[in-house]
């Protein structure tokens, strides 16, 4: 599910917006097709904290028209089940239902891929769906949301 701002003073116009998994096969490495639930199979992989890691690749993509030469969309995520949160470097934060961060647009008009992972990892049976949400916006407008629903294998 997703949702649209439109033009204002401090705005971004959205369009074609699409989340979900990533094509790791294809050009360009686009979103799949949008969708909600994505399975955590492992068939990517990702360096975590300064390691390979096998993961499932995801994200969404969109283009944009802005009403000045950069602008910043500050997204902030929520999920179902506390995580860790951290990028090819090191580990941000443990035990976190929630996080936000900053994607910063540098031209008034383009196509915008945000790239996202999950490390893959079994959970025990009846706790291996993960909800998150997460609600973008520009200027305190909100720009676009999405919410996904990642089924990882159970043990």
């Known amino acids: 599910m997703f ?3 439109g033009f204002s003073a401090v705005s971004i116009e959205v369009s074609n917006f699409m989340s979900g ?4 096969e294809l050009e360009g490495k686009p979103v799949c097709r949008q969708e909600e639930d994505i399975v955590i199979s492992g068939e990517g992989t990702c360096v975590w904290a300064g390691e390979k890691k096998p993961c499932t690749w995801f994200g969404f993509q969109f283009d944009y028209k802005i009403a000045q030469d950069e602008t910043a969309v500050e997204c902030e995520w929520e999920t179902s089940r ?3 949160s951290g990028d090819i470097e ?3 934060e443990t ?3 929630s996080g936000s961060y900053t994607i910063e647009l540098e031209a008034s008009k383009g196509h ?10 079994r959970l025990p049976a ?11 916006s520009v200027g305190g407008t909100r720009a676009f949301n999405m919410t996904h629903h990642f089924i990882f294998p159970v043990f």
């Open 90 to 92: 090191e580990v941000l």
């Open 112 to 121: 915008y891929i945000h790239y996202q992972y999950h490390l893959y990892k």
């Open 21 to 24: 998994k990533i094509c790791l």
């Open 126 to 136: 009846g706790q291996n769906l993960v909800t998150t949400t997460t609600d973008c």
């Open 95 to 97: 035990n976190t239902t």
């Open 82 to 84: 506390t995580t860790t």
């Open 3 to 5: 949702g649209l701002a």
